[in-house]
C-alpha cells in the first residue's frame, strides 16, 4: 500500500494551509486508516487560542480531517470530493484539558463503521507514544444529502 505525504493529502482534502493538521498516511484499506501528525504542535496552528494553548478538543478535528481523507481515497472510480459535515458525536472522551508539544507524534486511526453516498460513521481514536489522548464516534453527512 502506497503512503501520502503532505502535499499529496493538501490535494485531497479541502484543508488549506495551516489549517491542513495531518502530515501523512502511513497505510489505509476499505475500512481503516492510519494517519500521523505533528502539526497539532506548531505555533500557527490555527486552533491555538489566543493564549497560545491548544484544547484537546482539538484532536477531533484532526480525527476528521483523517475521516475526509480516507473517504476520499475510498470514493468510488475516483469520484471527486464531495463536502462533508460533521453532524453528531458520541462517546467521546478527551484524555486532556490541553495539548502540549511533550506528546509528540500523533497516530490518527479512523475506521468506518458504516458508509453510502450519504454518509458515513467512524470510530477515532488519536494516540501519542503509546499514550490515548482522544476517542469516540463520528457521524458523516455529504453535501447532497443534507
Same mark, same amino acid.
Given at each position: 500500500?502506497?503512503?501520502?505525504?503532505?502535499?499529496?493529502?493538501?490535494?485531497?482534502?479541502? @484543508?488549506?494551509?495551516?489549517?491542513?493538521?495531518?502530515?501523512?498516511?502511513?497505510?489505509?484499506?476499505?475500512?481503516?486508516?492510519?494517519?500521523?501528525?505533528?502539526?497539532?504542535?506548531?505555533?500557527?496552528?490555527?486552533?491555538?487560542?489566543?493564549?497560545?494553548?491548544?484544547?484537546?478538543?482539538?484532536?477531533?478535528?484532526? +480525527?476528521?480531517?483523517?475521516?475526509?481523507? @480516507? +473517504?476520499?481515497?475510498?470514493?468510488?472510480?475516483?469520484?471527486?470530493?464531495?463536502?462533508?459535515?460533521?453532524?453528531?458525536?458520541?462517546?467521546?472522551?478527551?484524555?486532556? +484539558?490541553?495539548?502540549?508539544?511533550? @506528546? *509528540?507524534?500523533?497516530?490518527?486511526? +479512523?475506521?468506518?463503521?458504516? *458508509?453510502?453516498?450519504?454518509?458515513?460513521?467512524?470510530?477515532?481514536?488519536?494516540?501519542?507514544?503509546?499514550?490515548?489522548?482522544?476517542? *469516540?464516534?463520528?457521524?458523516?453527512?455529504?453535501?447532497?444529502?443534507?
Amino acid at each position: 500500500m502506497k503512503t501520502l505525504g503532505r502535499e499529496e493529502i493538501l490535494g485531497l482534502i479541502p @484543508h488549506a494551509g495551516t489549517m491542513c493538521l495531518l502530515d501523512g498516511a502511513q497505510r489505509w484499506d476499505e475500512s481503516t486508516i492510519f494517519c500521523v501528525s505533528s502539526r497539532y504542535a506548531q505555533p500557527d496552528n490555527p486552533l491555538r487560542r489566543a493564549d497560545g494553548t491548544l484544547g484537546s478538543a482539538c484532536l477531533i478535528e484532526i +480525527a476528521s480531517q483523517a475521516m475526509a481523507l @480516507h +473517504a476520499r481515497l475510498c470514493a468510488a472510480n475516483n469520484a471527486p470530493p464531495r463536502p462533508g459535515f460533521l453532524v453528531s458525536l458520541r462517546e467521546v472522551q478527551l484524555c486532556f +484539558a490541553t495539548l502540549g508539544d511533550e @506528546h *509528540g507524534a500523533l497516530t490518527i486511526v +479512523a475506521r468506518r463503521l458504516l *458508509g453510502d453516498a450519504r454518509g458515513a460513521s467512524y470510530e477515532f481514536n488519536v494516540r501519542a507514544g503509546g499514550e490515548l489522548l482522544a476517542e *469516540g464516534r463520528a457521524m458523516i453527512l455529504f453535501e447532497a444529502a443534507i
